[in-house]
Protein backbone atom coordinates (compact mmCIF):
# COMPACT_ATOMS: atom_id res chain seq x y z
CA UNK A 1 0.00 0.00 0.00
CA UNK A 2 1.66 3.37 -1.27
CA UNK A 3 2.36 5.94 1.92
CA UNK A 4 2.83 9.04 -0.84
CA UNK A 5 0.49 10.99 1.18
CA UNK A 6 2.91 11.20 3.77
CA UNK A 7 6.68 12.18 3.12
CA UNK A 8 9.72 9.85 2.84
CA UNK A 9 10.42 8.27 6.14
CA UNK A 10 12.50 5.57 3.78
CA UNK A 11 14.49 4.61 0.50
CA UNK A 12 11.31 2.91 -0.62
CA UNK A 13 9.35 6.50 -0.24
CA UNK A 14 11.42 7.89 -1.82
CA UNK A 15 11.74 5.82 -4.57
CA UNK A 16 7.89 5.62 -4.76
CA UNK A 17 8.28 9.31 -5.25
CA UNK A 18 10.96 9.00 -7.86
CA UNK A 19 13.56 10.61 -5.78
CA UNK A 20 17.29 9.53 -5.64
CA UNK A 21 17.79 12.32 -2.79
CA UNK A 22 16.38 14.93 -0.56
CA UNK A 23 16.55 18.13 -0.51
CA UNK A 24 16.19 18.18 3.49
CA UNK A 25 16.04 15.41 6.05
CA UNK A 26 13.73 16.43 9.12
CA UNK A 27 15.23 14.52 12.31
CA UNK A 28 12.81 14.64 15.14
CA UNK A 29 12.27 12.86 18.90
CA UNK A 30 9.14 12.12 18.32
CA UNK A 31 6.69 10.05 16.01
CA UNK A 32 5.97 10.95 12.72
CA UNK A 33 2.67 12.54 13.12
CA UNK A 34 1.68 15.25 9.77
CA UNK A 35 -0.59 17.32 11.45
CA UNK A 36 -0.52 21.26 12.23
CA UNK A 37 -0.26 20.84 16.03
CA UNK A 38 2.92 19.67 15.55
CA UNK A 39 6.53 21.56 14.20
CA UNK A 40 7.75 18.57 12.08
CA UNK A 41 4.38 18.60 9.89
CA UNK A 42 4.82 22.33 9.76
CA UNK A 43 8.08 22.81 8.53
CA UNK A 44 7.91 19.79 6.22
CA UNK A 45 4.99 21.05 4.49
CA UNK A 46 5.79 24.25 4.22
CA UNK A 47 9.19 23.39 2.85
CA UNK A 48 7.24 21.08 0.46
CA UNK A 49 5.31 24.22 -0.55
CA UNK A 50 7.85 25.95 -1.52
CA UNK A 51 9.59 23.16 -3.95
CA UNK A 52 11.89 20.92 -1.87
CA UNK A 53 12.26 17.68 -0.83
CA UNK A 54 11.65 16.55 2.70
CA UNK A 55 12.05 13.40 4.03
CA UNK A 56 11.82 12.75 7.94
CA UNK A 57 13.39 10.25 10.10
CA UNK A 58 11.44 10.26 13.27
CA UNK A 59 12.88 8.57 16.93
CA UNK A 60 16.19 7.18 15.03
CA UNK A 61 17.78 4.68 17.17
CA UNK A 62 21.13 6.95 18.46
CA UNK A 63 23.17 4.44 20.06
CA UNK A 64 24.68 3.79 16.08
CA UNK A 65 24.54 5.98 12.90
CA UNK A 66 22.60 3.44 10.67
CA UNK A 67 19.37 5.22 11.07
CA UNK A 68 20.57 8.63 10.64
CA UNK A 69 21.57 6.92 7.44
CA UNK A 70 18.62 5.45 6.25
CA UNK A 71 17.53 8.48 3.92
CA UNK A 72 21.31 8.88 2.34
CA UNK A 73 22.74 12.30 2.31
CA UNK A 74 20.67 15.31 1.99
CA UNK A 75 21.21 17.37 -0.40
CA UNK A 76 20.85 21.11 1.22
CA UNK A 77 20.73 20.12 5.01
CA UNK A 78 19.52 17.98 8.05
CA UNK A 79 17.18 19.60 9.87
CA UNK A 80 16.81 18.67 13.76
CA UNK A 81 14.12 19.05 16.33
CA UNK A 82 14.04 17.12 20.01
CA UNK A 83 10.03 17.38 19.36
CA UNK A 84 7.35 19.12 20.54
CA UNK A 85 8.53 19.32 23.71
CA UNK A 86 11.52 19.74 25.41
CA UNK A 87 12.92 16.29 25.87
CA UNK A 88 14.20 16.68 29.31
CA UNK A 89 10.65 17.80 30.40
CA UNK A 90 8.94 15.20 28.02
CA UNK A 91 11.51 12.48 30.15
CA UNK A 92 11.24 13.88 34.13
CA UNK A 93 8.82 15.16 36.14
CA UNK A 94 9.22 18.25 38.62
CA UNK A 95 11.16 15.96 41.26
CA UNK A 96 13.17 14.80 38.64
CA UNK A 97 11.86 11.50 37.93
CA UNK A 98 11.31 9.22 34.84
CA UNK A 99 7.74 10.22 33.44
CA UNK A 100 5.83 6.57 32.86
CA UNK A 101 4.83 7.54 29.21
CA UNK A 102 5.75 9.42 26.30
CA UNK A 103 2.56 10.81 24.43
CA UNK A 104 4.64 11.10 21.49
CA UNK A 105 5.81 7.74 21.06
CA UNK A 106 4.19 4.64 19.93
CA UNK A 107 2.52 2.84 22.84
CA UNK A 108 3.42 5.49 25.22
CA UNK A 109 6.56 3.75 25.57
CA UNK A 110 9.35 5.80 27.02
CA UNK A 111 13.43 5.96 26.07
CA UNK A 112 12.50 6.14 21.92
CA UNK A 113 14.33 9.32 22.78
CA UNK A 114 17.47 10.65 24.40
CA UNK A 115 17.91 13.10 26.93
CA UNK A 116 19.00 16.39 25.09
CA UNK A 117 17.52 14.57 21.85
CA UNK A 118 18.99 18.01 19.65
CA UNK A 119 22.42 17.48 20.85
CA UNK A 120 22.43 13.64 20.70
CA UNK A 121 21.20 13.78 16.97
CA UNK A 122 23.43 16.41 15.89
CA UNK A 123 26.44 14.98 17.04
CA UNK A 124 25.27 11.35 15.36
CA UNK A 125 24.98 13.11 12.10
CA UNK A 126 28.31 14.50 12.34
CA UNK A 127 29.51 10.86 13.28
CA UNK A 128 27.76 9.96 10.08
CA UNK A 129 28.24 12.44 7.16
CA UNK A 130 31.48 14.88 6.85
CA UNK A 131 30.90 18.53 5.73
CA UNK A 132 27.25 18.51 5.95
CA UNK A 133 24.62 21.39 6.88
CA UNK A 134 23.18 21.14 10.31
CA UNK A 135 20.12 23.08 11.41
CA UNK A 136 18.45 23.17 14.48
CA UNK A 137 15.04 24.47 15.78
CA UNK A 138 12.24 23.79 17.29
CA UNK A 139 11.25 24.37 21.18
CA UNK A 140 14.43 22.87 22.73
CA UNK A 141 16.77 24.81 20.59
CA UNK A 142 14.96 27.72 20.72
CA UNK A 143 14.70 28.15 24.44
CA UNK A 144 18.28 27.65 24.99
CA UNK A 145 20.06 30.14 21.91
CA UNK A 146 21.78 31.89 24.63
CA UNK A 147 23.52 30.25 28.04
CA UNK A 148 20.93 29.55 30.04
CA UNK A 149 20.35 27.55 33.41
CA UNK A 150 19.54 23.76 33.53
CA UNK A 151 17.30 22.82 36.07
CA UNK A 152 18.22 18.82 35.33
CA UNK A 153 22.11 19.02 35.75
CA UNK A 154 21.34 22.06 38.25
CA UNK A 155 24.31 24.30 36.23
CA UNK A 156 24.61 26.72 33.57
CA UNK A 157 25.15 25.47 29.93
CA UNK A 158 25.87 26.84 26.87
CA UNK A 159 23.74 27.81 24.01
CA UNK A 160 22.54 24.42 22.23
CA UNK A 161 24.36 25.88 19.35
CA UNK A 162 27.97 25.20 20.62
CA UNK A 163 26.97 21.80 22.57
CA UNK A 164 25.40 20.36 19.49
CA UNK A 165 28.08 21.91 17.24
CA UNK A 166 24.75 22.72 14.62
CA UNK A 167 25.71 25.41 11.85
CA UNK A 168 22.58 27.32 12.29
CA UNK A 169 19.78 27.59 14.65
CA UNK A 170 16.54 29.05 13.82
CA UNK A 171 14.29 29.79 17.05
CA UNK A 172 10.66 30.55 17.14
CA UNK A 173 7.46 29.48 14.43
CA UNK A 174 9.84 29.28 11.85
CA UNK A 175 7.66 29.08 8.62
CA UNK A 176 9.26 32.38 7.34
CA UNK A 177 12.86 31.54 8.41
CA UNK A 178 12.79 28.45 6.99
CA UNK A 179 12.10 29.51 3.75
CA UNK A 180 14.75 31.89 3.61
CA UNK A 181 17.25 29.30 4.97
CA UNK A 182 15.97 27.01 2.38
CA UNK A 183 16.61 29.24 -0.81
CA UNK A 184 19.89 30.75 0.97
CA UNK A 185 21.35 27.01 1.05
CA UNK A 186 19.86 26.42 -2.10
CA UNK A 187 22.28 29.64 -3.81
CA UNK A 188 24.81 27.97 -2.71
CA UNK A 189 25.47 29.68 0.67
CA UNK A 190 26.49 27.33 3.76
CA UNK A 191 24.45 27.63 6.64
CA UNK A 192 26.90 29.05 9.15
CA UNK A 193 27.30 31.58 7.03
CA UNK A 194 23.74 32.85 6.83
CA UNK A 195 23.35 35.50 9.01
CA UNK A 196 20.68 38.08 7.17
CA UNK A 197 17.70 36.02 8.49
CA UNK A 198 16.01 37.07 11.51
CA UNK A 199 14.98 34.62 14.33
CA UNK A 200 17.97 32.81 13.65
CA UNK A 201 20.87 32.26 15.75
CA UNK A 202 24.84 31.33 15.05
CA UNK A 203 28.26 32.11 15.93
CA UNK A 204 31.14 34.14 14.73
CA UNK A 205 35.11 34.38 15.65
CA UNK A 206 35.24 38.11 16.20
CA UNK A 207 32.56 40.96 16.66
CA UNK A 208 34.21 42.82 13.65
CA UNK A 209 32.06 40.34 11.82
CA UNK A 210 28.54 41.73 13.05
CA UNK A 211 26.87 44.43 10.85
CA UNK A 212 24.81 46.68 12.72
CA UNK A 213 23.98 47.55 16.07
CA UNK A 214 23.87 45.00 18.60
CA UNK A 215 23.55 44.46 22.56
CA UNK A 216 26.87 42.46 23.60
CA UNK A 217 25.26 40.41 26.82
CA UNK A 218 27.65 38.80 29.98
CA UNK A 219 29.67 36.33 28.75
CA UNK A 220 28.43 32.29 29.52
CA UNK A 221 31.71 32.87 31.63
CA UNK A 222 30.82 35.59 33.64
CA UNK A 223 26.90 34.47 33.65
CA UNK A 224 27.93 30.98 35.34
CA UNK A 225 30.36 32.56 38.10
CA UNK A 226 28.06 35.66 39.06
CA UNK A 227 23.98 35.54 39.14
CA UNK A 228 23.93 39.18 39.33
CA UNK A 229 25.65 39.18 35.79
CA UNK A 230 23.30 36.12 34.95
CA UNK A 231 20.27 38.17 35.73
CA UNK A 232 21.43 40.98 34.30
CA UNK A 233 21.92 38.75 30.54
CA UNK A 234 18.61 37.36 31.26
CA UNK A 235 16.87 41.06 31.43
CA UNK A 236 18.57 41.85 28.17
CA UNK A 237 17.10 39.08 26.32
CA UNK A 238 13.37 39.33 27.82
CA UNK A 239 13.63 43.48 27.01
CA UNK A 240 14.70 42.64 23.36
CA UNK A 241 12.10 39.83 22.28
CA UNK A 242 10.17 41.64 20.15
CA UNK A 243 10.26 41.82 15.97
CA UNK A 244 9.61 45.38 15.98
CA UNK A 245 12.44 47.32 18.51
CA UNK A 246 14.45 44.42 19.30
CA UNK A 247 18.15 44.75 19.33
CA UNK A 248 20.91 41.97 17.93
CA UNK A 249 22.09 40.19 20.90
CA UNK A 250 25.90 38.78 21.40
CA UNK A 251 27.21 36.39 23.96
CA UNK A 252 30.99 35.19 24.31
CA UNK A 253 31.41 31.44 24.85
CA UNK A 254 35.01 30.87 24.87
CA UNK A 255 36.79 31.66 22.32
CA UNK A 256 33.35 32.21 19.71
CA UNK A 257 30.54 34.53 20.31
CA UNK A 258 26.79 33.50 19.75
CA UNK A 259 25.14 35.93 18.39
CA UNK A 260 21.38 36.18 18.20
CA UNK A 261 19.21 38.28 15.23
CA UNK A 262 16.14 39.72 16.02
CA UNK A 263 12.54 37.90 16.37
CA UNK A 264 11.40 37.47 13.00
CA UNK A 265 7.92 39.46 12.23
CA UNK A 266 4.29 37.88 13.05
CA UNK A 267 2.93 36.02 10.59
CA UNK A 268 -0.34 38.19 8.69
CA UNK A 269 -3.43 36.26 8.67
CA UNK A 270 -3.72 35.43 5.16
CA UNK A 271 0.35 33.90 5.65
CA UNK A 272 -1.13 31.80 8.75
CA UNK A 273 -4.19 30.69 6.56
CA UNK A 274 -1.83 29.46 4.20
CA UNK A 275 0.17 27.24 6.55
CA UNK A 276 -2.81 25.85 8.02
CA UNK A 277 -4.29 24.86 4.71
CA UNK A 278 -1.37 22.92 3.62
CA UNK A 279 -1.94 19.02 2.65
CA UNK A 280 -1.95 17.81 5.82
CA UNK A 281 -3.25 14.32 6.08
CA UNK A 282 -4.00 15.19 9.86
CA UNK A 283 -3.13 11.08 10.82
CA UNK A 284 -0.26 9.88 12.40
CA UNK A 285 2.21 7.56 9.89
CA UNK A 286 0.95 3.73 9.15
CA UNK A 287 3.92 2.08 10.76
CA UNK A 288 2.10 2.92 13.84
CA UNK A 289 -1.34 1.15 13.19
CA UNK A 290 -0.22 -1.72 14.93
CA UNK A 291 0.33 0.31 18.29
CA UNK A 292 -3.04 1.81 18.26
CA UNK A 293 -1.47 5.36 16.69
CA UNK A 294 0.11 7.83 19.00
CA UNK A 295 -2.18 9.05 22.16
CA UNK A 296 -0.89 12.81 21.19
CA UNK A 297 -2.85 12.77 18.70
CA UNK A 298 -5.76 12.10 20.22
CA UNK A 299 -5.60 14.78 22.03
CA UNK A 300 -5.83 17.58 19.15
CA UNK A 301 -7.41 15.49 16.90
CA UNK A 302 -10.78 17.11 16.98
CA UNK A 303 -9.46 20.33 17.88
CA UNK A 304 -8.77 23.83 16.32
CA UNK A 305 -5.57 26.19 16.79
CA UNK A 306 -7.56 29.74 16.15
CA UNK A 307 -4.63 31.33 17.14
CA UNK A 308 -0.56 31.78 18.23
CA UNK A 309 1.00 34.22 20.79
CA UNK A 310 0.51 35.37 23.97
CA UNK A 311 0.33 38.82 25.22
CA UNK A 312 -0.64 37.40 28.71
CA UNK A 313 2.93 37.09 29.71
CA UNK A 314 2.81 35.02 32.69
CA UNK A 315 6.35 34.77 34.11
CA UNK A 316 6.75 30.71 34.23
CA UNK A 317 5.29 30.48 30.59
CA UNK A 318 7.77 30.09 27.70
CA UNK A 319 5.32 31.49 24.73
CA UNK A 320 6.97 35.02 24.91
CA UNK A 321 10.54 33.56 24.05
CA UNK A 322 8.89 31.30 21.32
CA UNK A 323 5.65 32.61 19.96
CA UNK A 324 6.25 36.25 21.03
CA UNK A 325 3.95 38.41 22.83
CA UNK A 326 2.23 39.62 19.21
CA UNK A 327 -0.70 37.40 19.03
CA UNK A 328 -1.74 36.32 15.40
CA UNK A 329 -4.64 34.25 14.46
CA UNK A 330 -6.46 32.42 11.50
CA UNK A 331 -9.62 33.93 9.68
CA UNK A 332 -12.49 32.88 9.92
CA UNK A 333 -12.88 31.08 6.79
CA UNK A 334 -9.94 29.35 7.39
CA UNK A 335 -11.36 27.71 11.07
CA UNK A 336 -14.70 27.15 9.07
CA UNK A 337 -12.98 25.13 6.92
CA UNK A 338 -10.95 22.91 8.98
CA UNK A 339 -13.98 22.49 11.43
CA UNK A 340 -16.07 21.31 8.22
CA UNK A 341 -13.08 19.09 7.77
CA UNK A 342 -13.42 17.83 11.35
CA UNK A 343 -16.98 17.14 11.40
CA UNK A 344 -16.35 14.31 7.91
CA UNK A 345 -13.88 12.70 10.17
CA UNK A 346 -15.45 9.03 10.26
CA UNK A 347 -14.97 8.59 14.12
CA UNK A 348 -16.39 12.41 14.84
CA UNK A 349 -18.79 12.40 17.09
CA UNK A 350 -20.61 15.59 17.34
CA UNK A 351 -17.91 17.37 19.49
CA UNK A 352 -14.91 20.02 18.71
CA UNK A 353 -13.08 19.76 21.96
CA UNK A 354 -11.09 23.08 21.57
CA UNK A 355 -11.18 26.28 19.59
CA UNK A 356 -8.25 28.06 21.13
CA UNK A 357 -4.37 28.56 21.23
CA UNK A 358 -2.18 29.50 24.28
CA UNK A 359 -4.68 31.95 25.35
CA UNK A 360 -8.28 31.11 23.15
CA UNK A 361 -10.11 34.52 23.66
CA UNK A 362 -6.80 36.41 23.20
CA UNK A 363 -7.29 37.20 18.95
CA UNK A 364 -5.73 40.17 18.31
CA UNK A 365 -2.58 42.18 19.06
CA UNK A 366 -3.05 43.41 22.66
CA UNK A 367 -3.28 47.30 21.39
CA UNK A 368 -3.03 49.89 18.12
CA UNK A 369 0.79 50.11 18.46
CA UNK A 370 1.93 46.55 19.45
CA UNK A 371 2.73 45.94 15.20
CA UNK A 372 4.34 49.30 14.50
CA UNK A 373 6.17 50.27 17.44
CA UNK A 374 6.73 47.01 19.23
CA UNK A 375 5.61 45.78 22.74
CA UNK A 376 5.99 48.01 25.96
CA UNK A 377 9.75 47.18 27.10
CA UNK A 378 8.99 47.96 30.92
CA UNK A 379 4.83 47.24 30.88
CA UNK A 380 2.70 44.19 30.81
CA UNK A 381 -0.59 44.32 29.07
CA UNK A 382 -2.62 42.73 31.96
CA UNK A 383 -0.62 42.98 35.18
CA UNK A 384 -0.97 44.72 37.59
CA UNK A 385 -3.93 45.76 35.99
CA UNK A 386 -5.23 45.82 32.44
CA UNK A 387 -3.36 48.80 30.33
CA UNK A 388 -5.49 51.45 29.43
CA UNK A 389 -4.60 51.06 25.64
CA UNK A 390 -5.76 47.10 25.43
CA UNK A 391 -7.90 46.71 23.01
CA UNK A 392 -10.54 44.37 25.13
CA UNK A 393 -12.84 42.64 22.93
CA UNK A 394 -14.35 39.35 22.32
CA UNK A 395 -17.09 40.18 19.44
CA UNK A 396 -14.72 38.53 16.61
CA UNK A 397 -14.06 34.81 18.66
CA UNK A 398 -18.22 35.23 19.90
CA UNK A 399 -19.03 35.28 16.14
CA UNK A 400 -16.76 32.55 15.45
CA UNK A 401 -17.81 30.35 17.93
CA UNK A 402 -21.44 31.22 16.94
CA UNK A 403 -20.92 29.97 13.45
CA UNK A 404 -19.40 26.90 14.53
CA UNK A 405 -22.15 25.69 16.76
CA UNK A 406 -24.53 26.00 14.32
CA UNK A 407 -22.51 23.84 11.31
CA UNK A 408 -24.45 20.62 10.72
CA UNK A 409 -23.17 17.41 13.03
CA UNK A 410 -21.56 19.76 15.26
CA UNK A 411 -23.56 19.00 18.79
CA UNK A 412 -20.87 20.92 21.08
CA UNK A 413 -17.66 23.01 20.30
CA UNK A 414 -15.75 23.38 23.34
CA UNK A 415 -13.03 25.65 24.22
CA UNK A 416 -10.68 23.75 26.32
CA UNK A 417 -7.67 25.82 26.15
CA UNK A 418 -6.74 28.91 28.44
CA UNK A 419 -8.87 31.69 28.73
CA UNK A 420 -7.56 35.04 30.46
CA UNK A 421 -10.62 35.58 32.97
CA UNK A 422 -9.23 38.86 33.67
CA UNK A 423 -9.75 39.97 30.09
CA UNK A 424 -13.39 38.45 30.51
CA UNK A 425 -13.93 40.25 33.11
CA UNK A 426 -11.83 43.98 31.45
CA UNK A 427 -14.99 43.44 29.25
CA UNK A 428 -17.80 45.54 29.65
CA UNK A 429 -19.81 43.51 28.02
CA UNK A 430 -20.75 39.77 29.32
CA UNK A 431 -22.46 38.54 26.40
CA UNK A 432 -18.84 36.39 25.83
CA UNK A 433 -18.50 35.26 29.19
CA UNK A 434 -22.92 34.25 29.10
CA UNK A 435 -22.28 32.17 25.93
CA UNK A 436 -19.23 30.86 26.96
CA UNK A 437 -20.89 29.42 29.83
CA UNK A 438 -24.27 28.73 27.91
CA UNK A 439 -22.80 26.83 24.75
CA UNK A 440 -18.65 25.98 25.30
CA UNK A 441 -18.39 24.59 28.52
CA UNK A 442 -17.98 20.99 28.78
CA UNK A 443 -19.38 20.77 32.24
CA UNK A 444 -15.81 22.06 33.97
CA UNK A 445 -14.28 25.44 33.08
CA UNK A 446 -10.37 25.30 33.86
CA UNK A 447 -8.88 28.32 34.61
CA UNK A 448 -5.55 29.63 35.79
CA UNK A 449 -5.23 31.66 39.04
CA UNK A 450 -2.06 29.59 40.11
CA UNK A 451 -2.24 31.37 43.83
CA UNK A 452 -4.42 33.99 45.77
CA UNK A 453 -1.11 35.49 47.40
CA UNK A 454 -0.42 39.16 46.18
CA UNK A 455 3.17 38.79 46.74
CA UNK A 456 3.21 35.37 44.42
CA UNK A 457 1.00 36.98 42.15
CA UNK A 458 3.14 39.33 41.28
CA UNK A 459 6.08 37.50 40.45
CA UNK A 460 3.88 34.84 38.57
CA UNK A 461 3.13 37.97 36.37
CA UNK A 462 -0.62 37.22 37.51
CA UNK A 463 -3.61 39.29 38.06
CA UNK A 464 -3.97 40.19 42.04
CA UNK A 465 -6.57 41.48 43.96
CA UNK A 466 -10.14 40.07 44.00
CA UNK A 467 -10.11 39.42 39.83
CA UNK A 468 -10.37 36.25 40.40
CA UNK A 469 -13.08 35.97 43.22
CA UNK A 470 -15.20 38.10 40.80
CA UNK A 471 -14.96 35.77 37.76
CA UNK A 472 -15.86 32.87 40.02
CA UNK A 473 -18.64 34.83 41.60
CA UNK A 474 -20.21 35.43 37.90
CA UNK A 475 -19.36 31.98 36.53
CA UNK A 476 -21.84 30.56 39.47
CA UNK A 477 -24.07 33.32 39.00
CA UNK A 478 -24.55 33.23 35.16
CA UNK A 479 -24.95 29.21 35.79
CA UNK A 480 -27.61 29.64 37.91
CA UNK A 481 -29.58 31.77 35.73
CA UNK A 482 -29.40 29.36 33.01
CA UNK A 483 -30.15 26.59 35.12
CA UNK A 484 -26.79 24.41 34.70
CA UNK A 485 -24.60 23.29 37.36
CA UNK A 486 -21.27 23.40 35.61
CA UNK A 487 -18.01 23.86 37.67
CA UNK A 488 -14.80 26.02 37.96
CA UNK A 489 -11.22 23.76 37.98
CA UNK A 490 -8.76 26.37 39.04
CA UNK A 491 -4.90 25.35 38.00
CA UNK A 492 -2.96 25.95 40.96
CA UNK A 493 0.86 26.28 41.51
CA UNK A 494 3.10 25.96 44.68
CA UNK A 495 6.67 26.66 45.27
CA UNK A 496 7.17 29.07 42.57
CA UNK A 497 9.55 31.79 43.36
CA UNK A 498 7.99 34.11 46.14
CA UNK A 499 5.68 31.65 47.35
CA UNK A 500 7.36 30.95 51.21
CA UNK A 501 5.00 28.87 53.41
CA UNK A 502 2.85 31.92 55.05
CA UNK A 503 1.81 32.46 51.00
CA UNK A 504 0.93 28.58 50.66
CA UNK A 505 -0.89 28.93 54.18
CA UNK A 506 -3.30 31.71 52.53
CA UNK A 507 -4.01 29.55 49.53
CA UNK A 508 -5.12 26.63 51.29
CA UNK A 509 -7.19 28.89 53.46
CA UNK A 510 -8.30 30.26 50.19
CA UNK A 511 -9.44 26.39 49.50
CA UNK A 512 -10.86 26.07 52.73
CA UNK A 513 -12.91 28.97 52.50
CA UNK A 514 -13.93 28.37 48.99
CA UNK A 515 -14.90 24.59 50.35
CA UNK A 516 -12.60 23.49 46.76
CA UNK A 517 -9.92 20.23 47.36
CA UNK A 518 -7.80 20.48 44.14
CA UNK A 519 -7.18 16.62 42.82
CA UNK A 520 -3.89 17.57 41.04
CA UNK A 521 -1.23 20.77 41.87
CA UNK A 522 1.53 21.23 39.88
CA UNK A 523 5.02 22.52 41.75
CA UNK A 524 6.66 25.28 40.04
CA UNK A 525 8.99 23.72 36.94
CA UNK A 526 12.15 25.56 36.33
CA UNK A 527 12.15 25.12 32.35
CA UNK A 528 14.67 26.83 29.83
CA UNK A 529 13.53 30.34 28.65
CA UNK A 530 11.43 31.86 31.80
CA UNK A 531 11.73 34.49 33.82
CA UNK A 532 10.69 32.59 37.03
CA UNK A 533 13.11 29.89 36.32
CA UNK A 534 15.86 33.27 36.48
CA UNK A 535 14.43 33.70 39.22
CA UNK A 536 14.71 30.27 40.98
CA UNK A 537 18.09 30.27 39.85
CA UNK A 538 19.38 33.46 40.59
CA UNK A 539 16.73 34.57 43.87
CA UNK A 540 16.56 38.18 41.72
CA UNK A 541 14.24 39.30 40.08
CA UNK A 542 16.26 39.96 36.86
CA UNK A 543 13.46 43.21 35.61
CA UNK A 544 13.75 45.11 38.72
CA UNK A 545 17.20 43.78 40.64
CA UNK A 546 14.99 42.76 43.92
CA UNK A 547 15.61 39.69 46.21
CA UNK A 548 12.86 37.03 45.86
CA UNK A 549 12.64 34.25 48.44
CA UNK A 550 13.10 31.05 45.96
CA UNK A 551 11.44 27.55 48.14
CA UNK A 552 14.04 24.90 47.13
CA UNK A 553 14.70 22.53 49.83
CA UNK A 554 12.52 19.03 49.28
CA UNK A 555 10.76 19.30 52.52
CA UNK A 556 9.86 22.81 51.91
CA UNK A 557 8.18 22.24 48.00
CA UNK A 558 6.62 19.11 50.10
CA UNK A 559 4.67 20.70 52.50
CA UNK A 560 3.85 23.39 49.74
CA UNK A 561 2.20 20.76 47.94
CA UNK A 562 0.79 18.87 50.94
CA UNK A 563 -1.32 22.26 52.48
CA UNK A 564 -2.89 22.70 48.83
CA UNK A 565 -4.05 19.09 49.43
CA UNK A 566 -4.81 19.79 53.28
CA UNK A 567 -7.70 17.65 53.09
CA UNK A 568 -5.55 14.46 51.77
CA UNK A 569 -5.00 12.07 55.59
CA UNK A 570 -1.87 11.29 53.76
CA UNK A 571 -0.62 14.68 53.70
CA UNK A 572 -1.86 15.39 57.11
CA UNK A 573 1.89 15.38 59.21
CA UNK A 574 3.62 17.51 56.52
CA UNK A 575 0.55 19.99 56.90
CA UNK A 576 0.98 19.68 60.47
CA UNK A 577 4.78 20.31 60.24
CA UNK A 578 4.46 23.30 57.79
CA UNK A 579 1.50 25.17 60.06
CA UNK A 580 4.17 24.59 63.26
CA UNK A 581 7.19 26.23 61.25
CA UNK A 582 4.96 29.08 60.20
CA UNK A 583 3.84 29.83 63.88
CA UNK A 584 0.15 28.68 62.48
CA UNK A 585 -1.04 26.63 65.13
CA UNK A 586 -4.32 28.18 65.19
CA UNK A 587 -5.44 26.50 62.25
CA UNK A 588 -4.81 23.03 63.95
CA UNK A 589 -7.91 22.12 66.04
CA UNK A 590 -11.53 21.84 65.98
CA UNK A 591 -12.37 25.12 65.00
CA UNK A 592 -14.22 26.26 61.89
CA UNK A 593 -11.17 27.81 60.43
CA UNK A 594 -9.07 25.47 61.45
CA UNK A 595 -7.26 23.39 58.08
CA UNK A 596 -6.43 19.57 60.32
CA UNK A 597 -6.90 18.48 63.61
CA UNK A 598 -4.28 17.91 66.75
CA UNK A 599 -2.32 14.93 66.72
CA UNK A 600 -4.26 14.16 69.89
CA UNK A 601 -7.72 14.50 68.77
CA UNK A 602 -6.94 12.81 65.11
CA UNK A 603 -5.35 9.72 67.53
CA UNK A 604 -8.43 9.49 69.44
CA UNK A 605 -10.66 9.80 66.53
CA UNK A 606 -8.56 7.17 64.98
CA UNK A 607 -9.19 5.17 68.05
CA UNK A 608 -13.13 5.66 68.44
CA UNK A 609 -13.32 4.61 64.23
CA UNK A 610 -11.30 1.41 65.44
CA UNK A 611 -13.41 0.38 68.58
CA UNK A 612 -16.51 1.19 66.18
CA UNK A 613 -15.35 -1.16 63.28
CA UNK A 614 -14.72 -3.78 66.51
CA UNK A 615 -17.86 -3.85 67.55
CA UNK A 616 -19.56 -4.11 63.76
CA UNK A 617 -17.47 -6.83 63.61
CA UNK A 618 -18.44 -8.45 67.22
CA UNK A 619 -22.14 -7.70 66.52
CA UNK A 620 -22.15 -9.30 63.20
CA UNK A 621 -20.00 -12.48 64.67
CA UNK A 622 -23.00 -12.81 67.35
CA UNK A 623 -25.37 -12.42 64.83
CA UNK A 624 -23.86 -14.87 62.57
CA UNK A 625 -23.68 -17.34 65.75
CA UNK A 626 -27.62 -16.50 66.27
CA UNK A 627 -28.23 -16.96 62.56
CA UNK A 628 -26.94 -20.92 62.87
CA UNK A 629 -28.30 -21.67 66.06
CA UNK A 630 -32.09 -20.71 64.53
CA UNK A 631 -31.40 -22.59 61.57
CA UNK A 632 -30.39 -25.94 63.03
CA UNK A 633 -33.72 -28.49 62.26
CA UNK A 634 -36.17 -28.30 65.36
CA UNK A 635 -37.82 -31.67 64.23
CA UNK A 636 -41.16 -30.24 63.39
CA UNK A 637 -40.60 -29.73 59.78
CA UNK A 638 -44.24 -29.18 59.42
CA UNK A 639 -44.66 -26.53 62.00
CA UNK A 640 -47.59 -23.80 61.30
CA UNK A 641 -44.89 -21.26 62.17
CA UNK A 642 -42.92 -22.23 59.25
CA UNK A 643 -45.40 -23.07 57.02
CA UNK A 644 -47.07 -19.61 56.92
CA UNK A 645 -46.31 -17.69 54.13
CA UNK A 646 -44.59 -14.47 54.43
CA UNK A 647 -47.04 -11.52 54.09
CA UNK A 648 -44.37 -8.86 53.34
CA UNK A 649 -44.07 -7.75 49.47
CA UNK A 650 -41.42 -8.32 47.53
Known amino acids: MSNNRFLPISKEDMKERGWDQ ?59 NGGNMDSMVNHYTVSKRPREKDLYTPGGKMGARPDRATIVYCNKIREAYKNINVVIGGVEASLRRMAHYDYWGDNVRNSILIDSGADLLIYGMSEKQIVEVANALNDGFEAKYIRHVNGTTYTIDSLDEIYGDYKLLPSKNEVTKDKMKYAEAFKIQYEEQDPVRGKMLVQKHGDKYVVCNTPEMPLTREEL ?35 RGCFGNCSFCAITFHQGRAVQSRSEASILDEAVEITNLKDFKGYIHDVGGPTANFRK ?140 IELAEYLRDTKYQPEQVQDFYPTPGTLSTAMFYTGINPITGEEVYIPKTREEKAMQRALLQFKNPKNYNLVHDALVKAGREDLIGNGPKCLIKSKADRYMAKMKREEAIARGSSNRSKQGSKSKSSSKPSGKMNSKSNSKPSNSKT
Open 22 to 80: CDFIIVTGDAYIDHHSFGTAIISRVLEDAGYKVGIIPQPDWHSVDDFMKLGRPRLAFLV
Open 273 to 307: DKVYALPYTKECHPIYDEFGGIAALEEVKFSIVSS
Open 365 to 504: PACKTQLTIGACKSKQCLTPKPCKNLIVDHSEYLGLLRKIRKLPKVKKAFVRSGLRYDYIMADKNDTFFRELVEHHVSGQLKVAPEHVAANTLKYMGKPAGDTYDKFREKFFKINKQLGKEQYLIPYLMSSHPGSGLNEA
